[in-house]
């Protein structure tokens, strides 16, 4: 159960990346996560009332608030570095961000095996391949690496955050609704810091209204996986759900060559696939 959950997570969280890396091209990233998360929240919300989950509320929900917090400032981090892209490079740097919740599992008496402490070290190695050919003379790819670095810590604070909101299926709807309510808050104050500097809330052509369907995916497929994820954490070691969760850059790198025709230099491409071995190598230690 927890490698099926673990996988799924994945597949969502790359579809909701590429979407939200998609629209960031010609929305704001901070507009692209306020308007998703509210989406989501509001879903959410009407789950909350008619499962009866106000009844779950307890200390866990600081978790859930917590990652909250933290959620947004990935999610912009992310989106902006995919805009910036190549995609097939930016998502697979996401995966570093599983050392975050894999510490946590050896906190809690997990210990990686000698397959696993390799796995370490080849995504580290893919990292420094994948991002290295950027660095000299292009500062805009710089930039989108750093982020994706960010973003990818960030994520991966979020899962051990969100593993530990809930142990109950209507709690998990309850920790996930304030997750996205938080997500919003902070999005929302971010937003509106961004604008007072002068900063777009739009693009130049009003509000992206056809692009509302694509948001609310967006919003609705990164809520699903934070709900998967959290079952997957919780039917099977923390580390192993990680890492397998942690796979969805494939899906992003898939959907941007297929959908963008994306082309990557070869030792990018190498960079990145080491960096997938390496989740890999983890899964399987």
């Known amino acids: 159960m927890t490698a099926l959950f673990a996988l799924a997570t994945s597949l969502l969280w790359g579809l909701a990346d590429f979407g939200g890396g998609l629209l960031a091209r010609r929305t704001p990233a901070l507009t692209v996560v306020v308007v998703s998360q509210s989406i989501a929240a509001l879903v959410l919300g009407a789950i909350v009332v008619a499962t009866g989950g106000w009844s779950e509320a307890g200390a866990q929900l600081w978790f859930a608030v917590a990652a909250g917090l933290v959620g947004p400032v990935a999610l912009i981090c992310f989106y902006k570095a995919l805009a910036l892209g190549p995609m097939g490079v930016v998502s697979p740097l996401g995966t570093v961000g599983v050392a975050v919740p894999v510490g946590v599992g050896l906190a809690l008496g997990e210990r990686p095996g000698v397959t696993q402490v390799a796995g370490i070290a080849v995504a580290v190695l893919g990292v420094v391949l994948a991002g290295g050919p950027q660095l000299r003379g292009a500062p805009v790819q710089r930039r989108a690496i750093l982020l994706t670095l960010v973003a990818a810590f960030g994520f991966g604070t979020v899962f051990a955050l969100i593993a530990e909101s809930s142990s109950t299926v209507t709690g ?40 509302l369907p694509a948001l609310a995916f967006v919003g609705l497929a990164d809520v699903a996986a934070n709900g998967t994820y959290v079952v997957a954490a919780q039917h099977g070691p923390v580390t192993v759900a990680a890492v397998l969760a942690s796979l969805y850059p494939v899906v992003t790198a898939l959907a941007a060559r297929g959908f963008l025709r994306e082309r990557l230099r070869a030792v990018q491409a190498a960079g990145a696939g080491l960096a997938l071995v390496g989740t890999l190598l983890l899964a399987t230690g």
């Open 172 to 211: 998990l709807f309850l920790a996930l609704f304030v997750q996205r309510v938080v997500n919003v808050a902070v999005g929302g104050l971010a937003l509106y810091a961004s604008v007072r500097r002068g900063g777009a809330a739009v693009p130049d052509d009003g509000f992206p209204w056809r692009s």
